[in-house]
Nanobody, 122 residues
Framework: QVQLVDSGGGLVQAGGSLRLSCAGSGRTLSPHVLGWFRQAPGKEREFVAA????????KYPDSMKGRFTISRNNAKDTVYLQINGLKPEDTAVYYC???????????????WGQGTQVTVSS
């Protein structure tokens, strides 16, 4: 069983940066593809980024390219999401997810963090 704990969210002014973290426990995260999603109030959950087990392949939807960077440290069983140039429309709860392939992570991951709130003020 993989357990994920999200952290790093907060209140930040527009233009600022945040680095979100997601730490794994239980089974190691190393073999898993890891991803980040977000859900704004009244909206559906949205895919932000994903990374393979070695960190050599990353995937972003076109809408997330440029300001979002996903990375991982397998020695620490942690995945990160760096967000630069934050905008009010980035306000959402951000969740990490884990599964065995990119398709599973993006479609219906088995493991989820509890979420961390990011609020961007204008």
């Amino acid at each position: 069983q993989v357990q994920l704990v999200d952290s790093g969210g907060g209140l930040v002014q527009a233009g600022g940066s945040l680095r979100l973290s997601c730490a794994g426990s239980g089974r190691t995260l190393s073999p898993h593809v890891l991803g980040w999603f977000r859900q704004a109030p009244g909206k559906e959950r949205e895919f932000v980024a994903a990374i393979n087990w070695s960190g050599t392949i990353t995937k972003y939807p076109d809408s997330m390219k440029g300001r979002f960077t996903i990375s991982r440290n397998n020695a620490k069983d942690t995945v990160y999401l760096q967000i630069n140039g934050l905008k009010p429309e980035d306000t959402a709860v951000y969740y990490c997810a884990a599964d065995t392939s990119f398709s599973k992570v993006t479609m219906k991951a088995d493991y989820w963090g509890q979420g961390t709130q990011v609020t961007v003020s204008s």
